[in-house]
């Protein structure tokens, strides 16, 4: 892929409440969009991820939908928690192993 | 059992000097890589290795060198270390026949005074 958009920045969140990320790119051969989550001074780990031969995939609180022909795709939390906090990055690639992320978007879940 | 490792955690150093940063994978994954990640959190490929073989070269300063001994091991040899090359960088490994799931090491942060 080339560029990936990602909006918001930052999102302040009430706990309980859903969060919604949205990504949008430009290669139209991108196939493959991960979801990872970076704690404070941790390392990116792997939340989600979706194919795309499938618009839509659930993991419990967590859920990817995919519009291809828009090319943009969203990460829905739900019932969120405290520790949901952190920087979520969006992700793509054609195919090629080489990934190319989004800006993040620091996810605040407030008491 | 740490997955992919990364020595040192922390490095300080001042401009001009020349250091390296070891990584290691124990999945048993053939690519492995190299990310630079900013102080604005942007997440940035600059290497990539396949079997030992040079697969991504991104567009970085020829002074970054990195090495592959063999498929489970990636250093990254920095010479003239600049004020700009301040940053956490991270490694990552990838079996590339098992989809495109990416496994990232602890970071090593890099300060250049």
């Known amino acids: 892929g080339e560029n990936v958009e990602q909006h918001p920045s930052t999102l302040s969140v009430q706990e309980g409440d859903s969060a919604v990320i949205k990504c949008t790119y430009s290669?139209?051969?991108?196939?493959?969009f991960p979801w990872y989550k970076q704690e404070l001074g941790k390392r990116p780990q792997l939340i989600i991820d979706i194919r795309s031969n499938v618009g839509e995939k659930k993991d419990q609180r967590i859920a990817v939908t995919l519009n291809k022909t828009a090319k943009h795709f969203s990460l829905h939390i739900t019932e969120t928690q405290p520790e949901d906090s952190a920087v979520y990055f969006c992700a793509e690639t054609g195919g090629g192993n080489k990934l190319t992320f989004g800006t993040g978007t620091q996810l605040k879940v407030e008491l | 059992d740490t997955a992919v490792s990364q020595t040192p955690k922390y490095l300080v150093t001042q401009m001009g000097n020349d250091k390296s940063i070891k990584c290691e994978q124990n999945l048993g994954h053939d690519t492995m890589y190299w990310y630079k990640q900013d102080s604005k959190k942007f997440l940035k490929i600059m290497f990539s290795?396949?079997?030992?073989?040079?697969?991504i070269n991104e567009t970085v300063p020829n002074r970054f060198s990195p090495k592959s001994p063999d498929k489970a091991h990636l250093n990254l040899h920095i010479n003239s270390l600049e004020l700009g090359d301040s940053a956490v960088y991270f490694c990552a490994s990838s079996q590339r026949d098992r989809g495109f799931e990416q496994y990232f090491g602890p970071g090593t942060r890099l300060t250049v005074t």
């Open positions: 290795y396949n079997n030992k073989e040079l697969i």
């Open positions: 290669d139209s051969a991108s196939n493959y």
